[in-house]
């Protein structure tokens, strides 16, 4: 069978679309690259603007700034710790639930859903929710950070509606007939055709979990406990860097400290980019499968 031969205006509609895309691709790409570049560069090349694309007078002294900070690692542990468990929570919680609304024959589940929906238009606020945290117990510990923020109403609907588009009422029927149990279909039948949503919810809450700060710079007073993003903010908006040139105030010194300051900068930014970004190539196949079919039905 031959190809449909293309018109002038598919012509000019595939033109427009190309350009259109290249553009976005630039507006995205370049501030990657440019961060990217910067720290990589030498302090003096980035105070300068010398840097556009592609490192000028490479050095690696940012990151080597950065990793020798013990704070530093200690945040990339704690974000590994609050991401890996606060999304297996988070996913328990949402994966459950979502099925547990999903079934028919589950009778509450109008209402039920209803108290979840309305957590979306009305909160307590930030007040009430730091006292409450605070009469739990919470204040100050890890628990802090994964349970206030562990199940999201609008990823919990999507996963209802993909478990309701994707498990029918038929399947279910059938496995009752084989001695199937409401807990051994979830488990053995339910997870494993739902691969595509996990993958999406789990990117959701882990790049949530990992760019938050603001949950850690409300409830939490210890160093030790505070993720790395709240750590780079310190050293990002209180420009505490241990420099050991700081016990002069020349006027050479305090350029030098500017100069390594600004290199720093791009380097928190991309240590702190860098595991999601990792991430997202293994799951981005998930991604619009599991987003799609989630949004059939509503």
């Given at each position: 069978?031959?190809?449909?031969?293309?018109?002038?205006?598919?012509?000019?509609?595939?033109?427009?679309?190309?350009?259109?895309?290249?553009?976005?691709?630039?507006?995205?790409?370049?501030?990657?690259?440019?961060?990217?570049?910067?720290?990589?560069?030498?302090?003096?090349?980035?105070?300068?603007?010398?840097?556009?694309?592609?490192?000028?007078?490479?050095?690696?002294?940012?990151?080597?700034?950065?990793?020798?900070?013990?704070?530093?690692?200690?945040?990339?542990?704690?974000?590994?710790?609050?991401?890996?468990?606060?999304?297996?929570?988070?996913?328990?919680?949402?994966?459950?639930?979502?099925?547990?609304?999903?079934?028919?024959?589950?009778?509450?589940?109008?209402?039920?859903?209803?108290?979840?929906?309305?957590?979306?238009?009305?909160?307590?606020?930030?007040?009430?929710?730091?006292?409450?945290?605070?009469?739990?117990g919470l204040m100050n510990t890890r628990w802090a950070i994964i349970l206030p923020t562990a199940i999201s109403v609008y990823n919990l609907i999507v996963t209802r509606t993909f478990f309701e588009s994707t498990l029918p009422q038929e399947l279910l029927d059938a496995s009752r007939v084989d001695g199937c149990g409401d807990f051994r279909f979830f488990l053995t039948v339910a997870l494993p055709?739902?691969?595509?949503?996990?993958?999406?919810?789990?990117?959701?809450?882990?790049?949530?979990?990992?760019?938050?700060?603001?949950?850690?710079?409300?409830?939490?007073?210890?160093?030790?406990?505070?993720?790395?993003?709240?750590?780079?903010?310190?050293?990002?908006?209180?420009?505490?860097?241990?420099?050991?040139?700081?016990?002069?105030?020349?006027?050479?010194?305090?350029?030098?400290?500017?100069?390594?300051?600004?290199?720093?900068?791009?380097?928190?930014?991309?240590?702190?980019?860098?595991?999601?970004?990792?991430?997202?190539?293994?799951?981005?196949?998930?991604?619009?499968?599991?987003?799609?079919?989630?949004?059939?039905?509503?």
């Amino acid at each position: 069978m031959r190809a449909m031969k293309r018109t002038r205006s598919d012509n000019i509609f595939l033109f427009i679309v190309t350009v259109i895309l290249v553009l976005v691709f630039a507006v995205v790409a370049f501030p990657l690259i440019y961060t990217v570049a910067c720290s990589l560069s030498s302090s003096r090349a980035v105070v300068s603007g010398r840097v556009f694309l592609w490192p000028v007078e490479p050095t690696l002294l940012g990151y080597r700034r950065i990793f020798e900070n013990p704070s530093v690692m200690n945040g990339y542990l704690n974000s590994v710790i609050y991401t890996l468990g606060g999304t297996a929570i988070s996913l328990f919680l949402t994966l459950t639930s979502a099925y547990s609304l999903s079934r028919a024959d589950f009778g509450l589940r109008i209402p039920v859903l209803a108290v979840f929906a309305f957590t979306m238009l009305f909160s307590g606020g930030l007040i009430p929710t730091y006292l409450l945290v605070g009469k739990l117990g919470l204040m100050n510990t890890r628990w802090a950070i994964i349970l206030p923020t562990a199940i999201s109403v609008y990823n919990l609907i999507v996963t209802r509606t993909f478990f309701e588009s994707t498990l029918p009422q038929e399947l279910l029927d059938a496995s009752r007939v084989d001695g199937c149990g409401d807990f051994r279909f979830f488990l053995t039948v339910a997870l494993p055709l739902s691969g595509a949503i996990i993958a999406v919810m789990s990117l959701f809450y882990a790049v949530g979990i990992w760019n938050s700060y603001f949950s850690a710079l409300i409830y939490l007073s210890n160093d030790r406990l505070f993720p790395l993003q709240l750590i780079l903010r310190q050293i990002l908006v209180q420009n505490k860097v241990d420099i050991t040139m700081l016990t002069a105030s020349t006027a050479d010194v305090i350029s030098a400290r500017q100069s390594l300051f600004e290199l720093l900068k791009y380097s928190l930014i991309v240590v702190a980019s860098a595991p999601m970004m990792i991430l997202y190539p293994f799951i981005q196949k998930y991604f619009i499968q599991g987003v799609m079919i989630g949004a059939i039905k509503g």
